[in-house]
T-cell receptor
Framework: GAVVSQHPSRVICKSGTSVKIECRSL??????MFWYRQFPKQSLMLMAT?????????EQGVEKDKFLINHASLTLSTLTVTSAHPEDSSFYIC????????????FGQGTRLTVV | KQEVTQIPAALSVPEGENLVLNCSFT??????LQWFRQDPGKGLTSLLL?????REQTSGRLNASLDKSSGRSTLYIAASQPGDSATYLC??????????FGKGTRLSVIA
């Protein structure tokens, strides 16, 4: 199946710093990618929809100035957590569908962010 | 707004048992439904995808059914093994819409 590569898999950063997470579709193009967040023992919650060449669409309650999304190409979306705080510590995971088929959603390996 | 409920929340069974995981969703206007497994601290592995026009899909010991009109899907696991222990998630969606997840069923298969 198609592969979505997400990096880094784990990151520890100091409070107040910024962290960038990359999501790449390795063998397909994806005009749209999705970013989710998962807290321990909770479900995956959609944060935002990333659109190549246009602004991301954020879900209610997600601060767009804190979670910057850039979808620079048809194979790369990045999520930057700015001025990170301990409450931002979570598991972040991206998803993408192949533009040609648009059916099955593929997920990255996820990024465990810990803010100390 | 789509809401997904999975029952049971947790399940512990002895190895070899056949089991059924249930998923219900409120908005039946979906393109497809996917079942995933998630191991602790890991990403999602896609298990099965059922198109909205299909009734079921099979892969090895897994069989998933979909009743779109009633907003229900079930995942049947035959002859469970300890390696099947994980959290199972169902997610209706498809097209350009994001998948919506339930809280999952945490399965533990005891050897």
């Amino acid at each position: 199946g198609a592969v979505v590569s997400q990096h880094p898999s784990r990151v520890i950063c100091k409070s107040g710093t910024s962290v960038k997470i990359e999501c790449r579709s390795l063998d397909f193009q994806a005009t749209t990618m999705f970013w989710y967040r998962q807290f321990p023992k909770q479900s995956l919650m959609l944060m935002a929809t990333s659109n190549e060449g246009s602004k991301a669409t954020y879900e209610q309650g997600v601060e767009k100035d804190k979670f910057l999304i850039n979808h620079a190409s048809l194979t790369l979306s990045t999520l930057t957590v700015t001025s990170a705080h301990p409450e931002d510590s979570s598991f972040y995971i991206c998803s993408a569908r192949d533009d040609r088929t648009g059916t099955e959603a593929f997920f990255g390996q996820g990024t465990r962010l810990t803010v100390v | 707004k789509q809401e997904v409920t999975q029952i049971p929340a947790a399940l512990s069974v002895p190895e070899g048992e056949n089991l059924v995981l249930n998923c219900s969703f409120t908005d039946s206007a979906i393109y497809n439904l996917q079942w995933f497994r998630q191991d602790p601290g890991k990403g999602l592995t896609s298990l099965l995808l059922i198109q909205s026009s299909q009734r079921e899909q099979t892969s090895g010991r897994l069989n998933a059914s979909l009743d779109k009109s009633s907003g229900r899907s079930t995942l049947y696991i035959a002859a469970s093994q300890p390696g099947d222990s994980a959290t199972y998630l169902c997610a209706p969606g498809g097209g350009n819409t994001p998948l919506v997840f339930g809280k999952g069923t945490r399965l533990s298969v005891i050897a």
